[in-house]
Nanobody, 117 residues
């Protein structure tokens, strides 16, 4: 199984930037896709961004498009989310996840808190 560990969360001012990271470990043949999700207090979990693990095609939610960028470093087995122009509404617990076979995101990290004020 794969284990995912997020890091890089913290506090930022409105308009500031943060980069959160997710390192994968453990055995797997490949990932179908990797993604970032977030959940704010009182809100449902929402997808933020996703990347095709082989071809690096990306998806970004409308709410973050133009501000956030998902990327990966295969050699380091690390997924990144660069967050620029942060807004208070970006405050949430951010989770990385893996879809190992195209059937859904089934592996999840523990989350890293991002607070914007």
């Amino acid at each position: 199984d794969v284990q995912l560990v997020e890091s890089g969360g913290g506090s930022a001012e409105t308009g500031g930037s943060l980069r959160v990271s997710c390192r994968a470990s453990g055995f797997r043949f490949a990932d179908y896709a990797l993604g970032w999700f977030r959940q704010a207090l009182g809100h449902e979990r929402e997808g933020v961004a996703a990347i095709d693990a082989v071809f690096a095609a990306t998806y970004h939610a409308d709410s973050v498009k133009g501000r956030f960028t998902i990327s990966q470093d295969n050699a380091k087995r690390t997924l990144y989310l660069q967050m620029n122009s942060l807004k208070p509404e970006d405050t949430a617990m951010y989770y990385c996840a893996s879809d190992p076979n195209g059937l859904g995101f089934t592996y999840w990290g523990q989350g890293t808190q991002v607070t914007v004020s």
